[in-house]
């Protein structure tokens, strides 16, 4: 059974940073790429970061460019989105997902539980 | 304003059929596969189609989808109060190499 667990998300200051980890079971990790995806209270989703399979090629959303960062370490089955630079806005619960196939960042058909980003003063 | 546009609600009796649009672009897609998901209340969003018309083992064949060059559909028939939900529609962005999700759809059984 696949499973992803998101952890990481707290309560951090405007200007912060913040480490959000997706440890991941029930499938070949490094055979994956996978995507952070984020849903603001009330909001819709919006998908920030992609990143390949072992070879690691990244993908991001202007709304984060240059402020987000993901990786994954293959040898722990898990991904990473480090946060700096953090907005009110970035306000959100934060999900990992993984797509349908080997190599998609798009049609996530598995998700985490989330995991919630509070940005506040 | 999203890339993907949604009506915001659609909502229809028990028993009858609603459907829902996604329009993009051709860098959207009309060049790429579309994806729709459901999010019921208070959980996280389920895949319901992928392919643009293909579902996952477990998705009944109330639901389906479909796509005419830069606008794809999602069919809901035999709607159930159970299908009260937000639908998602999403798609890849060819030129900008991102995924974009449409602002979702409520839909309401009356």
């Known amino acids: 059974e696949v499973q992803l667990l998101e952890s990481g998300g707290d309560l951090v200051q405007p200007g912060g940073s913040l480490r959000l980890s997706c440890t991941a079971s029930g499938f070949t990790f490094d055979n994956h790429a996978m995507s952070w995806v984020r849903q603001a209270p009330g909001k819709g989703l919006e998908w920030l970061s992609g990143?390949?399979?072992?070879?690691?090629?990244?993908f991001y959303a202007d709304s984060v460019k240059g402020r987000f960062t993901i990786s994954r370490d293959n040898s722990k089955n898990t991904l990473f989105l480090q946060m700096n630079s953090l907005r009110v806005e970035d306000t959100a619960i934060y999900y990992c997902?993984?797509?349908?196939?080997?190599?998609?960042?798009?049609?996530?058909?598995?998700w985490g539980q989330g995991t919630l980003v509070t940005v506040s003063s | 304003q999203s890339v993907l546009t949604q009506p915001p609600s659609v909502s229809a009796a028990p028993g009858q059929k609603v459907t829902i649009s996604c329009s993009g672009s051709?860098?959207?897609?009309?060049?790429?596969?579309v994806s729709w998901y459901q999010q019921l209340p208070g959980t996280v969003p389920k895949l319901l189609i992928y392919?643009?018309?293909k579902r996952p083992s477990g998705i009944p064949d109330r639901f389906s989808g479909s796509k005419s060059g830069t606008s794809a559909t999602l069919d809901i028939t035999g709607l159930q109060t159970g299908d009260e939900a937000d639908y998602y529609c999403?798609?890849?962005?060819?030129?900008?190499?991102?995924?974009?999700f449409g602002g979702g759809t409520k839909v309401t059984v009356l």
């Open positions: 997902a993984k797509g349908h196939n080997l190599a998609s960042y798009s049609e996530l058909a598995y």
């Open positions: 392919e643009t018309n």
């Open positions: 051709s860098s959207t897609i009309g060049n790429n596969h």
């Open positions: 990143i390949g399979r072992s070879d690691g090629g990244t």
């Open positions: 999403g798609t890849w962005d060819s030129n900008l190499r991102v995924e974009f």
